[in-house]
């Protein structure tokens, strides 16, 4: 068993293992390493630099004992894999279902998700992505803290249990997207800076130290990132990343950490034989990141789309506060669908400055769209789902406009039974100082809203986590089943109707009412007519064709002659049957 | 007259002018304005904030007391422009001549460079470059410390002497390039954060505070960059910008300023009729720069390019300091003179990590190229020029390749003759702690390298600036005659050849032999050869064709067969002959 570890100020590092201290050889560019025969998984052990207290392992594969304790030695070619026929899916046909793993099911691990794996095939879900799962401080946490990148959080289970969780995706032909975080590290548990020049002070991030990727010794920090990502894909059979807010990856350099990562998957997308996905969060809406790189572009497979959400949302709620306060009509909704971006060079005045540029001639299958997220619900005070903030009626409408849009749908844990928990902001800090300063923090927040510290649910209160737990029990109950089969029925519609998958543009038109409150998407010979208001409206569609209703949300929708009567609150899909012209 | 100042933080703003202070109405956007029927051109004025202390315009057009002074009234209209049948120049052509206004002559004064632009236009240069004359703390530096980023310096003639300077210029049919900074504002006079949302805290800079290019604010702040660089193409007649330190324009916007800057100079090029040139400093070795904006690039017409100057004068001088370290071999030079980026990804030493990427299907016209700059000369300890660094014999080979690289060719003022001054660092600042702290500073940078506090020149001391003044006497003396000569017909040689002229990196080849110190520079029928080397040097060019000499810097050079001999320290440029193959 060979331990290595990049170590450059270092004079001197032994690894400690098993009580004892083995002296580590340098080699080249700050690396050293040893030879331990004696090593076998179980293993515990860390890293002495210079004489200190054992470190764990930067690359550590496994942290039974929490950020704080030693390593585990891992030895991933023992895993029993049984996925050897799944070569992956096309991004551009999938159906993603995010979820967090310690409040999906009521045990919060890894192998409790697996019996629940065939209910998300029936509905239709393609891919599961989970929230992050690296070592993060204490046992219950969104896992956006992580600071032991390459170890999947021991309270899920550790390596073995994510192992057994994609076998089991794979084996009912699911794909597994991981979060992963590269654009800071947790405030509690993190050693990186005593190892190398990790972080930088050219740049700063809302959440700490900002990582080196473009100042002097970054290309080895470029290779603890990259290296990471072709970690999970390669040892842990992972399908897909999602790269959390890329707009925080800050690097100048000539070549971006994100270009490097996305031409490495591509490499090792060849050598596996797997598809593989590298999908971006980004606040930035630059169509460059999701660009072909033969057009100087990043080339990832796709990023998220805020502003569909947002416009989606805002139109919905009626929300206009934080960010929302760029969006409101219906016609933003209308943009979003034809054009991504609703904030395309215009000003913001969230931002309060011009934001983004078109996204001309990028598929749509570059884009993710979604109604929720588990930081558009979390994020909130509350942790409010959009079942709880806007009527049936509406959410039917927004649930089809995901799931007819030209983006790759993303549904939330529970979203498709418009569930009744909420997702709050939870933590489990163990520094007493660090987890007040997280309660408190989130108090602060919020009194900007006009929220009292004593509605705002603690994020240190173990009740905080288990409120955000799950509640399969009502899935099968009204008025929850009927969401449920809503879905299912939308995203089978998806499935069958080929202009539904067809990410061309410049194939889409949508155009709003923002006065009589409907909005018409038509995708080929397929109309999705929305009716926010809550008056009953008629939309004429020019041309008298033969129409059929394929789904609609509500009884007394009337398709006929050259248009169709929609009751308040309701959404239909219809096709114009062949032969016809419009 | 009509004064307008954006002051989004203010709740008043007056005009002071004349004694007088009239209160500006708060318009759009943060901006105040008042009309004064009263001011004429020479008024001073300034603005109170809030019924503070008036400050000088952020804008102001004309500083005559300096950066703490109020500001001037300035009609640009009113300015007797002759130059009305000069319509620019193309870049690929040019042959630029940097100079630096307060040393290029004894008086150091726009007016007193007039009667010298005969000799450049008999040098054979078509463009000036400036280096930034926007006014700065004191009458003596650099000028990369303004603060009125929209003034002519008061000591070197203020606005008017810059506009009779660029109306002579273009009469004697030589461009003006104006050297602009983008990036910082320099230490002292620098008013702006008062104004508003100026800085940001995002980011950091070598130099101070970071200009706020996409944060909350951020338009006005972006207009203000993009204005001044079309009120100096606009206003002062001029032709070109030569953007400095671009590396420290921080901006993680979808549309880079830098892109923005070169879709609104191009609008204007087109309004105006004009050719105008937009070329960056750039420490990036990133080819998105110049790309053109249909391949996603920035479409700047052009960068400097710090690789060729690296790499030819390490191989020249022997040095290995500093930012040398990562060059050396000749074999760096053919590599440079072939692909632009010799740190095209590879590992630099001096920055410890990988740096760049190729500028694989540029045109050489995209880059610019220079033996010395003010840069490269002015930041030793003692601001030797090449001339002081190297033989007469490397000399002139270093001026060979330079004049026949496929890039624009770049003089540093003085270069032609080999001045005997240096090009030292100066400043004046008024200030006695700041000034304190620049000689101080300059003091330790220098100590790192092995230089006495005595004998690094003081930056504040004026002796400093004499020295560095250009002695025009010994232009028509051996053996500074000698080198003019050589420059002279070097670049003659350019103009007649059009194979030197051709940009098309495809069409140029080049290789070295480290070992035996020669370099052979092929550009269609035309080859340069080198020998750096200390002996005489025999090269094989492979078939035997006729060949005749066009230039050569020494005696001895034999040329027959399929091969050339060259003495030692020389170079010869010749010609395959019509009809010969090879």
Redesign the interface.
Known sequence: MRFAVWAPHAERVDLAIRGRNLPMRRGEGGWFSVEDGDAAPGDRYGFRLDGAEPLPDPRSPSQPDGVHGLSEVVDHAAFAWTDQGWHGAPLSAAVIYELHTGTFTPEGSFDAVIPRLGALVDLGVTAIELMPVAEFPGARGWGYDGVDLYAPHHAYGGPAGLKRLVDAAHARGLAVILDVVYNHLGPDGNHLARFGPYFT????TPWGAALNY??????EVRRFAIDNALMWLRDHHVDGLRLDAV?AI?D????HLLEQLAVEVEALQAELGRTLWVIAESD?????LV?ARE???YGLDAQWSDDFHHALHAALTGERNGYYADFGPLSDVARALANVFVND?R?SRF???????PATGLPGDRFLGYLQNHDQVGNRAMGERSAALMSPGRLRIGAALVLAAPFVPLLFQGEEWAASSPFQYFTDHRDPALGRAVTEGRRREFAAFGWSAEEVPDPQDPSTFSRSRLDWSERDRPPHRDMLEWHRRLIALRREQAALSDARLERVSARADDAAGWLLLRRGPLSVLCNVSDGAVRVELGAAVPRQVLLASHEGVEVGGDGIALPPQSVVIVEDLPGATG
Chains 1, 2 share one sequence.
């Open positions: 002070e050219k740049y700063r473009d100042d002097a010794g970054s290309d707009h800050l100048g350099s000539a070549v930035l809406n630059d169509p460059r660009r057009a100087s572009g060079g000003y931002r309060r400055r011009r934001h983004g540029r």
